[in-house]
């Protein structure tokens, strides 16, 4: 406990899996954390399962693919708290079917949302944490950022750009010698909401049952089903002095999947 004392935290898809699953974490190490998304209700939710265990939280409201939004979100951060110094930038949908059928609108909001995103968390984010005096940037890309996958190749194009995009900012970052490090986070099969908003005729053989324990004994060479807490866990230790040395690099939680 207490391994990121003093530390300021935001959360983008705070509310629920992943990220709230995050944002605990983060707050029991003793991070004052941000929970963002535009999910009110359970993002306050977030906050007070933070705050019924004593630790320090606050919701925002964030849309992602809003630019002003992020300004407003990081600058009432450091109001609040005082500065930044972690970013998870976890937000995030899956739409998936045939490349053939997607229409142009689907592709351009999994890219805003996935993407985007991104892009905006640290475009934001890196200057209040240099002016905080160190940050580190959590990027949650997905195993599908690594393989393809049938009937994802959407999904793939979007988590391999957060992949890439991550090294490519966090060579900047060393190259000018700020002090923040980049890294990305690669999930496999998690038991999350993202899987009851993805239709099961999208995926493809063998990942097409919303069975979560059945589809990771068969995809998952361990058969584990991965928990948020699994993934947060990651977070946690790239968001300490711990994964000080580590930068530019990906985090890769799935049970073997990628092996």
């Known amino acids: 406990m207490g391994r990121l004392t003093n530390r300021v935290a935001l959360v983008s898809g705070g509310a629920s899996g992943i990220g709230k699953a995050s944002a605990v974490r983060l707050a029991e190490e003793g991070a004052k954390v941000v929970v963002a998304d535009i999910d009110a209700e359970l993002g306050q939710q977030t906050v007070g399962a933070i705050q019924d265990n004593s630790g320090t939280a606050t919701f925002m409201h964030l849309d992602v693919t809003n630019e002003s939004q992020w300004q407003e979100c990081v600058a009432a951060t450091v109001d609040v708290y005082g500065g930044l110094n972690i970013l998870v930038n976890n937000a995030g949908i899956a739409v998936g079917g045939s490349i053939l059928t997607m229409t ?3 592709w351009q909001r999994q890219q805003a949302i996935n993407l985007d995103g991104v892009f905006l968390g ?11 005096g160190n940050g580190s940037v959590i990027n949650i890309s997905s195993v599908a950022g ?3 996958s049938a009937n994802l190749a959407a999904y793939n ?6 992949r890439l995009f991550t090294k490519g900012v966090a060579r900047e970052c060393a190259a000018n010698r700020w002090p ?9 099969v998690i038991e999350t909401p993202i899987w009851d908003k993805m239709n099961p005729e999208l995926l493809e053989a063998g990942m097409n049952t919303m069975d ?9 060479p361990t058969g584990q089903l991965g928990k948020p807490l699994d993934i947060a866990n990651g977070v946690v ?19 073997g999947l990628c092996a």
């Open 180 to 188: 923040v490090r980049v890294n990305s986070v690669h999930p496999g």
């Open 146 to 148: 690594i393989k393809g």
């Open 237 to 255: 230790f790239l968001a300490s002095d711990e994964s000080s040395y580590m930068t530019g690099t990906e985090l890769i939680i799935d049970g």
């Open 157 to 162: 194009a979007t988590k391999g750009g957060v």
């Open 104 to 106: 142009l609108g689907d």
């Open 122 to 132: 640290v475009k934001y984010a890196i200057p209040a944490m240099i002016e905080s």
């Open 212 to 220: 979560l324990e059945s589809m990771a004994e068969q995809v998952v």
